[in-house]
């Protein structure tokens, strides 16, 4: 019971990614979002909420390996696969942020804090920028918590 709970909360945290990529009109550029751990890319977020960003299979574990070891030649040579689908890596700042993205799909922006990544996905026309802030604003309170 005391599991779920908290999972429920992570939930929450994704609601907020979301808003957080308002523009002034108050359209969200930032459609589904994910967190996972750090160290492993364990999901922190359940599938089921309505803005999920499903990773599958080993997506999470690849793509944690890739910022623990801040080594992100894999997705340089194969993409970021996520959602079973391939994004083709844009660029990495600072060993804790990834950007990616994928003709007609979308884009999707990845930031580490101590404990967690925080994905976040634009939708094809969005404005990637809007979702770098929010996730950054995730990212950066969870990493403000020690974690």
């Known amino acids: ?11 929450s945290y994704l609601d907020n990614l979301i808003a957080q990529s308002k523009d002034t009109s108050g359209t ?9 751990g750090f160290d492993g890319g364990a999901p922190w977020t359940t599938a089921g909420h309505a803005n999920a960003f ?3 299979g080993q997506e999470g574990p690849n793509i944690a390996r890739c910022f623990k070891s801040k080594d992100f030649t894999a997705f340089m040579a194969g993409g970021v696969h996520a959602e079973g689908k391939k994004y083709q ?12 993205k994928k003709k007609g799909e979308g884009a999707i922006t990845m930031q580490a804090s101590k404990t967690a990544i925080v994905i976040g996905h634009c939708p094809e026309g969005g404005q990637q920028g809007n979702t770098n802030k929010a996730v950054a604003v995730i990212a950066e309170y969870l990493e403000s918590l020690g974690m």
Do not use: P
């Open 1 to 11: 019971k005391k599991h779920s709970r908290a999972k429920m909360s992570w939930d």
């Open 28 to 36: 969200t550029h930032a459609d589904r979002a994910c967190i996972i």
């Open 54 to 56: 499903k990773l599958q």
């Open 89 to 100: 890596f844009l660029r990495e700042e600072d060993n804790k942020t990834v950007y990616a």
